[in-house]
DNA sequence: CGCGGAAGCTAGCAGTCGTTTGTTTGCCGC
DNA sequence: GCGGCAAACAAACGACTGCTAGCTTCCGCG
């Protein structure tokens, strides 16, 4: 069991992990050095890499756990029965709890997409940004299947408009001065409102 | 006449600005050097200084047309008379066609904002972002007001998934293996399903 | 013809970046 | 008490960063 995988007992490695992530979803990926983590962790800049291979693989470290889950629950949701509308709500509230429980990754998953989907090591990142997309794919055409999800929609658009409106409504950073919606609604207030949102429009 | 405020004769200055526009969109604002700019232009390093104060105004030049043509669009919209959803319609058409045909800017403004908002010299843009927020939430204020929004909605909430979606469908760095459904769908196509997104949701 | 000014070149400063190498420390099991 | 080993230190590497100062080139205008 000395393999990549292992948990319990936060190592060193673990708290460093923490760190970091604080650190690149304050200031982003590029604009944190990493003599920026190494002195935040009370260590000299060479020390990191007794560690970690990489800053990259800090990166990875951060994202991947949460990726992993939340591919893990659009599956669980699309495990479930219901019709697909139904499913879709499920499917949005999930991610919408998962989202603000992590509002570092996805804030370094949003802006720092561009270093991610560039870097060589981290592909697999990219591979689960394209399951979590093909899984709202795949409800949006259950819901079209079984008529309770309009017929007329364009999936490859409402999939960007899901995954925006939510990145959107969880951001802090771009809306700096503006109030912080998961703080001002409350989390299942803001989850209702962001599937009336994107399930009912704006129209009476 | 010799302000800062001057168009015509597209001097080299105008040609510079350009290539580094697209240099941005491509790699991001700060993965791209003035080293980078200047060999795109043919130039030494050093000699973009003669036409720049320094790289931040090289970004201000970039983004300030289109940010303040931005806010013109919409003002332009509110100008006109309608009831609320219809003049939220014309002002989602609006900007959406406005954007697809400013990819780049969309693409910085998007990724390398938190640079935006953090440079001193560049906090007229910040500005310029709000005033675009506020002009959302008036159009949206309206529509609640004669009844044609849902009353129901939270403007702020609204706001970003407004503009998180337009940002989303336009975008083509985040999907990049996905179709660029501004060419798969034509504009006009893409912008009817935008409003239906935004205005109808996805239910039937 | 001569001159002013814009545009570009040359060379380099002072700093930061991610990373590497070699060494030292301190703890744990034997 | 001693070997082993992970963690951390110390020092630096080469490359790259934004930017500056001073010089040259050249075109248009008087």
Redesign the interface.
């Known amino acids: 069991m000395t393999s990549t995988e292992q948990a319990r007992a936060p190592s060193r490695r673990d708290e460093i992990v923490v760190i970091a992530k604080n650190l690149f979803a304050e200031?982003?990926y590029?604009?944190t050095s990493t003599r920026d983590i190494a002195e935040a962790c009370g260590l000299l800049p060479g020390s990191l890499y007794s560690h970690f291979r990489s800053k990259a693989q800090i990166l990875e470290m951060i994202i991947a756990p949460f990726s992993t889950r939340l591919v893990d629950e659009q599956r669980a949701v699309l495990a479930a029965g219901g019709r697909g509308?139904d499913r879709?709500e499920a499917m949005i509230r999930r991610v919408v709890a998962l989202c603000a429980d992590h509002a570092a990754e996805i804030r370094i998953l949003h802006?720092d997409?561009?270093h991610v989907?560039g870097a060589d090591d981290l592909h697999a990142l990219v591979v689960h940004g394209?399951e979590t997309?093909d899984l709202w794919l795949q409800v949006?055409a259950q819901?079209v299947e079984d008529?309770?999800?309009?017929?007329?929609?364009?999936p490859?658009?409402?999939v960007?408009?899901i995954?925006?409106?939510i990145?959107?409504?969880l951001?802090r950073?771009?809306?700096?001065?503006?109030?912080d919606?998961s703080r001002?609604?409350g989390l299942d207030a803001?989850a209702d409102?962001?599937v009336?949102?994107?399930?009912?429009?704006?129209?009476?």
Chains 1, 2 share one sequence.
């Open positions: 200031k982003g590029a604009a509308a879709l802006y997409w561009p989907s394209n997309l949006l819901g008529g309770s999800l309009r017929a007329t929609m364009q490859e658009l409402a960007r408009a995954t925006s409106t990145h959107g409504v951001d950073q771009r809306y700096g001065t503006r109030p919606l001002a609604l803001l409102e962001v009336a949102q994107l399930t009912r429009g704006l129209r009476v």
